[in-house]
């Protein structure tokens, strides 16, 4: 049975590092209510003109470049963001440019929060399936250039990067399980209402401040822990394991205390929980990728473990995976 295994990974995070200090000058919060009620100290700041798809780019050369794969020989790309370059063309297209890989056709995939986690499990079936053997898959945001940086509920809590993960096919360890989920019917608690072709851009639209991201942080606080929860209980009911048996859970990092009360329902200890979420903040699909890479490069990832992933954001979407590590 034919399965896919990650081969290479890699992240980029800009240079410029935005402090709760310097959010202090901007807007009326504090170091102590930033760092007690999220868990995050610093994040970074992605340069002027450089978007998602730079990014991308600089974390994908280093996940080919471990993975001893030409960008030549991708057949599929898919970038995870809700922050593209443009509308259209995709980010996904724009990184093939910049990488070189004109035998792989590319698509973006608007998963918020879960869009790795999103575009792992698509990579994973066309892989599968057998339509594809080399797969690149990145999650890249720029939160920065959707962020009221006049509100403090929302624009202390976010950061830019990117991750990159190589797939391959193989018919030994690899992924074993993934469940995704999505509830369209709570789309405002997370949105950026303005500029699409519901709301097109105008000069309302600006005065309105409708072109940035608004959040009913306290309501996406208690689901986010109960669907984490359920998500990864449910993806590793799929691949007949239990929650003893997880290595390492790479959650989204989107609070500490989210992560926190994750793992406690979970039963997983903190030494097995993934958390970086104080040097970058939430990174949206950029968090998981960031984190997988960091864990792999940390050494907290070793040949046989079993490693779960757990992201949940805006849309409502949710997915985990289960990965036995190559
Ligand atoms: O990535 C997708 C998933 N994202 C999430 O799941 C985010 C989930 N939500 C959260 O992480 C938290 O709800 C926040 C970090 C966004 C907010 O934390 P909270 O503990 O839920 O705070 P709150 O919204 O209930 O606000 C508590 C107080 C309020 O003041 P009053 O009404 O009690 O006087 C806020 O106005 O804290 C105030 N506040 C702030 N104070 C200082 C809100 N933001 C700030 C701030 N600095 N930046």
Do not use: H
């Given at each position: 049975m034919k399965s896919a295994k990650i081969v290479g990974l890699g992240k980029y995070l800009p240079a410029k590092r935005l402090t709760n200090k310097d959010l202090e000058q901007m807007v009326d919060t504090s170091d102590e209510w930033i760092k007690a009620r999220t868990g995050i100290k610093e994040r970074r700041i992605c340069s002027k003109g450089k978007g998602s798809s730079y990014m991308a780019y600089k974390a994908s050369e280093i996940a080919l470049e471990r993975a001893g794969?030409?960008?030549?020989?991708?057949?599929l790309i898919i970038v995870a963001t809700?922050?593209?370059?443009?509308?259209?063309?995709?980010t996904a297209c724009y990184l093939q440019d910049y990488l070189k890989a004109p035998n792989a056709c590319c698509f973006d995939i608007?998963?918020?929060?879960?869009g790795f986690v999103y575009g792992l499990t698509t990579a994973w079936q066309f892989i599968k399936g057998g339509l594809y053997k080399k797969v690149l898959v990145v999650g890249s945001e720029t939160l920065s250039a959707i962020t009221?940086?006049?509100d403090r509920s929302t624009c202390v809590l976010f950061g830019d990067g990117a991750g990159a993960a190589v797939l391959v096919d193989t018919k030994?360890?690899?992924?074993?399980s993934s469940y995704l989920g999505s509830d369209?019917?709570?789309?405002?608690?997370?949105?950026?209402?303005?500029?699409?072709?519901?709301?097109?851009?105008?000069y309302e639209t600006i005065d309105k401040r409708l072109h940035y991201m608004h959040m009913k942080g306290n309501e996406l606080f208690r689901i986010a822990v109960r669907i984490m929860v359920q998500a990864a209980k449910k993806s590793l009911s799929q691949a007949k394991?239990?929650?003893?048996?997880?290595?390492l859970l790479i959650p989204h990092q989107a609070n500490e205390r989210i992560i926190n009360a994750v793992a406690k329902r979970l039963d997983?200890?903190?030494?097995?929980v993934y958390v970086?979420?104080?040097?970058?903040?939430n990174m949206s699909s950029a968090s998981s990728a960031v984190a997988l890479c960091e864990a792999h490069e940390d050494g907290l990832i070793k040949k046989d473990n079993i490693v779960v992933l757990d992201a949940f954001g805006g849309g409502l979407v949710w997915g985990s995976c289960v990965v036995k590590w190559a």
């Open positions: 794969i030409k960008p030549k020989d991708l057949d809700i922050t593209p370059d443009t509308q259209f063309p995709s608007s998963a918020a929060c879960a009221d940086w006049q030994k360890e690899g992924f074993m369209g019917s709570q789309a405002d608690i997370l949105i950026l209402p303005g500029g699409g072709s519901r709301q097109p851009a105008s394991l239990k929650t003893s048996d997880v290595s997983i200890p903190l030494e097995r970086n979420i104080s040097r970058y903040g």
